[in-house]
């Protein structure tokens, strides 16, 4: 039995810790300065994370290389697992046409391009990123604006700050999901935690997007809607973390929030509408003074529509990269049923899956329990058997399971054949094929790091800050996902950190962990994966720089407002909205 000792080098907790901070470090170095790829970063880290095991913690070779095999799996199964699941659905609809009439009906539910940024960027945005998350919904959500009227650069910068309050949740609360499995809190408690911190940032993302847009103007003409679609996201949101389901969050939080933008909408005199043109005129302060890229949009791998062509009379043609005949979908009642009914197959296969005794019945018969072979840790502290040594192989019930579910219903409904429906699952393999990688990578990385002691030791040099501690927590959060590109990633790679640290300070556990999510969804517009994804969604490939300054400020003023919340939630001015 391994058991990592938290100052290894002469007793020194400071200068443990700076060894211990080493893979993180050439993580960030090679990825966020050196703009080496994530995969190849995280495979560097990955072996100055297991030199460092073995040259200052003393972990045996053995161990160090099955623990990050074992956080590689974890990183396969369950997460990818989900993402590649999730984003299968999302292909079917492009390479049927029926994601073209679903982007059509957007753009009918209003005329005010301030407002289709708040419903298309924010609402459905959250929705794709429910679903899948990993920088589709940045992809997608550009593409349709470019398609409803806007220029490239602003509706990439759009999606990027719109792609926030959602992330803690996506990919069917994959992150949350990752950040309770390797802290070892329960799901319930991490859940109702981040969903008591995220809707306040939801609440005023809306009001932004339009003064991104149209600048004080717009606040002034359309602040109530983009207000009430705000409060509303944010308290479904908060409902359905606390008290119905971790995987339907956002879902739910993004249906709400449109409708309730619809009906505001609908009310007269709710607000002041803008007149087609008028935006381009007064209100644009692009830098982008052509619409070149809005041509090449959904060219880059992975973009929205990739291969549609709207032929201007409302029919949608698609044609699914690898073959296949052209299908024509002319908007239609029927035709708008069918583009919605996706979404609705996901929202009913996880109600029903979550009923007590389907979901009971699911457990027994589809879990596995693996304690890993040959992996023997204990906790650095308590001396007990680490808990992150046990593998969970819960094939049937798992997320990425019925989201699998959800498409082979999704493929019966839409008549679409087992042949397009399989290019469609190899084309998503295709795309996700290096997002695979750096995720079983960085997984792997924080497996060694955690099971070798190396994350316990910077947790308990983290802390030493005190008073300051609530107040930063956010911040590493922020940088995690910044540099990764991944809230998944970051709460991997710090959420043990994050809950070692509340435990030596006095803090309760729940508070930092999910302040570590809650703060790294607003990293998210910054970091050189999405910040790339949407430079090339939009054709502005070389831009990204442009792009980071346009979206910098956004991103640290959100983060200044998430650290002031947590740091009032660990006193008594706010100490009432933790758990109970």
Same mark, same amino acid.
């Given at each position: 039995?391994?058991?990592?000792?938290?100052?290894?080098?002469?007793?020194?907790?400071?200068?443990?810790?700076?060894?211990?901070?080493?893979?993180?470090? !050439?993580?960030?170095?090679?990825?966020?300065?050196?703009?080496?790829?994530?995969?190849?970063?995280?495979?560097?880290?990955?072996?100055?994370?297991?030199?460092?095991?073995?040259?200052?913690?003393?972990?045996?070779?053995?161990?160090?290389?099955?623990?990050?095999?074992?956080?590689?799996?974890?990183?396969?199964?369950?997460?990818?697992?989900?993402?590649?699941?999730?984003?299968?659905?999302?292909?079917?609809?492009?390479?049927?046409? =029926?994601?073209?009439?679903?982007?059509?009906?957007?753009?009918?539910?209003?005329?005010?391009?301030?407002?289709?940024?708040?419903? !298309?960027?924010?609402?459905?945005?959250?929705?794709?990123?429910?679903?899948?998350?990993?920088?589709?919904?940045?992809? +997608?959500?550009?593409?349709?604006? +470019?398609?409803?009227?806007?220029?490239?650069?602003?509706?990439?910068?759009?999606?990027?700050?719109?792609?926030?309050? @959602?992330?803690?949740?996506?990919?069917?609360? *994959?992150?949350? +999901?990752?950040?309770?499995?390797?802290?070892?809190?329960?799901?319930?408690?991490?859940?109702?935690?981040?969903?008591?911190?995220?809707?306040?940032?939801?609440?005023?993302?809306?009001?932004?997007?339009?003064?991104?847009?149209?600048?004080?103007?717009? !606040?002034?003409?359309?602040?109530?809607?983009?207000?009430?679609?705000?409060?509303?996201?944010?308290?479904?949101?908060?409902?359905?973390?606390?008290?119905?389901?971790?995987?339907?969050?956002?879902?739910?939080?993004?249906?709400?929030?449109?409708?309730?933008?619809?009906?505001?909408?609908?009310?007269?005199?709710?607000?002041?509408?803008?007149?087609?043109?008028?935006?381009?005129?007064?209100?644009?302060?692009?830098?982008?003074?052509?619409?070149?890229?809005?041509?090449?949009?959904?060219?880059?791998?992975?973009?929205?529509?990739?291969?549609?062509?709207?032929?201007?009379?409302?029919?949608?043609?698609?044609?699914?990269?690898?073959?296949?005949?052209?299908?024509?979908?002319?908007?239609?009642?029927?035709?708008?049923?069918?583009?919605?009914?996706?979404?609705?197959?996901?929202?009913?296969?996880?109600?029903?899956?979550?009923? @007590?005794?389907?979901?009971?019945?699911?457990?027994?018969?589809?879990?596995?329990?693996?304690?890993?072979?040959?992996? =023997?840790?204990?906790?650095?502290?308590?001396?007990?058997?680490?808990?992150?040594?046990?593998?969970?192989?819960?094939?049937?019930?798992?997320?990425?399971?019925?989201?699998?579910?959800?498409?082979?219903? *999704?493929?019966?409904?839409?008549?679409?054949? @087992?042949?397009?429906?399989?290019?469609?699952?190899?084309?998503?393999?295709?795309?996700? /094929?290096?997002?695979?990688?750096?995720?079983?990578?960085?997984?792997?990385?924080?497996?060694?790091?955690?099971?070798?002691?190396?994350?316990?030791?910077?947790? =308990?040099?983290?802390?030493?800050?005190?008073?300051?501690?609530?107040?930063?927590?956010?911040?590493?959060?922020?940088?995690?996902?910044?540099?990764?590109?991944?809230?998944?990633?970051?709460?991997?790679?710090?959420?043990?950190?994050?809950?070692?640290?509340?435990?030596?300070?006095?803090?309760?556990?729940?508070?930092?962990?999910?302040?570590?999510?809650?703060?790294?969804?607003?990293?998210?517009?910054?970091?050189?994966?999405?910040?790339?994804?949407?430079?090339?969604?939009?054709?502005?490939?070389?831009?990204?720089?442009?792009?980071? /300054?346009?979206?910098?400020?956004?991103?640290?003023?959100?983060?200044?407002?998430?650290?002031?919340?947590?740091?009032?939630?660990?006193?008594?001015?706010?100490?009432?909205?933790?758990?109970?």
């Amino acid at each position: 039995m391994f058991q990592p000792v938290l100052d290894p080098l002469g007793g020194s907790l400071g200068w443990s810790s700076l060894v211990a901070a080493l893979p993180l470090v !050439v993580f960030f170095v090679l990825l966020g300065v050196l703009r080496v790829q994530a995969w190849l970063s995280g495979m560097a880290s990955l072996a100055t994370a297991i030199v460092v095991a073995v040259a200052a913690y003393g972990m045996p070779v053995g161990q160090s290389l099955n623990s990050a095999a074992l956080g590689a799996l974890f990183g396969l199964f369950p997460i990818m697992w989900i993402v590649v699941n999730a984003l299968w659905v999302y292909q079917m609809t492009v390479d049927t046409g =029926h994601f073209e009439v679903l982007r059509r009906s957007f753009g009918k539910l209003s005329d005010d391009q301030r407002l289709q940024a708040v419903i !298309v960027a924010f609402c459905f945005g959250a929705l794709l990123e429910a679903l899948a998350g990993f920088g589709a919904p940045v992809a +997608i959500s550009a593409v349709m604006l +470019i398609a409803l009227g806007f220029k490239p650069f602003k509706a990439a910068a759009v999606a990027l700050v719109a792609n926030t309050a @959602p992330v803690a949740f996506g990919a069917m609360g *994959t992150p949350v +999901i990752t950040l309770s499995e390797l802290t070892g809190l329960p799901l319930e408690d991490v859940s109702s935690m981040v969903g008591r911190q995220t809707p306040m940032l939801a609440a005023v993302v809306p009001v932004l997007l339009v003064y991104m847009v149209d600048g004080r103007r717009g !606040v002034r003409q359309t602040w109530w809607p983009a207000l009430a679609c705000g409060l509303a996201f944010a308290v479904a949101q908060f409902v359905t973390s606390n008290f119905l389901s971790v995987e339907l969050t956002d879902v739910v939080a993004a249906l709400v929030a449109v409708g309730v933008l619809v009906l505001v909408m609908r009310i007269r005199g709710s607000y002041t509408p803008l007149p087609a043109g008028a935006l381009t005129d007064s209100a644009s302060d692009d830098p982008d003074s052509s619409a070149d890229g809005a041509g090449s949009a959904g060219s880059a791998d992975g973009g929205a529509g990739a291969g549609a062509r709207d032929t201007g009379n409302g029919t949608a043609t698609q044609k699914p990269e690898g073959g296949g005949t052209d299908t024509a979908v002319e908007d239609s009642r029927g035709a708008a049923v069918k583009a919605y009914l996706p979404y609705a197959v996901i929202i009913i296969v996880f109600a029903v899956t979550k009923l @007590p005794a389907v979901k009971t019945v699911l457990e027994e018969k589809g879990t596995i329990l693996y304690n890993w072979p040959g992996l =023997h840790v204990a906790d650095p502290v308590s001396g007990k058997p680490a808990a992150s040594t046990v593998f969970k192989f819960d094939w049937l019930p798992a997320t990425g399971t019925m989201l699998l579910l959800s498409g082979v219903i *999704t493929a019966l409904l839409l008549a679409v054949s @087992p042949g397009v429906a399989a290019r469609s699952y190899k084309r998503t393999l295709h795309q996700l /094929r290096w997002a695979i990688l750096t995720v079983a990578t960085v997984l792997a990385l924080a497996y060694v790091m955690n099971l070798s002691g190396q994350t316990s030791t910077i947790g =308990h040099f983290i802390a030493g800050a005190g008073p300051a501690l609530a107040f930063l927590s956010p911040v590493l959060g922020w940088l995690g996902v910044a540099v990764t590109g991944s809230d998944t990633s970051a709460n991997a790679l710090f959420g043990i950190l994050q809950v070692t640290a509340a435990k030596n300070s006095g803090y309760a556990p729940e508070l930092l962990a999910a302040a570590n999510s809650s703060g790294g969804v607003l990293g998210k517009m910054l970091s050189p994966q999405n910040l790339a994804i949407a430079a090339a969604a939009t054709g502005l490939g070389g831009r990204e720089p442009e792009l980071l /300054r346009k979206v910098v400020g956004w991103s640290l003023a959100l983060l200044l407002l998430m650290c002031v919340l947590v740091f009032l939630q660990s006193t008594s001015v706010l100490g009432w909205m933790l758990l109970s």
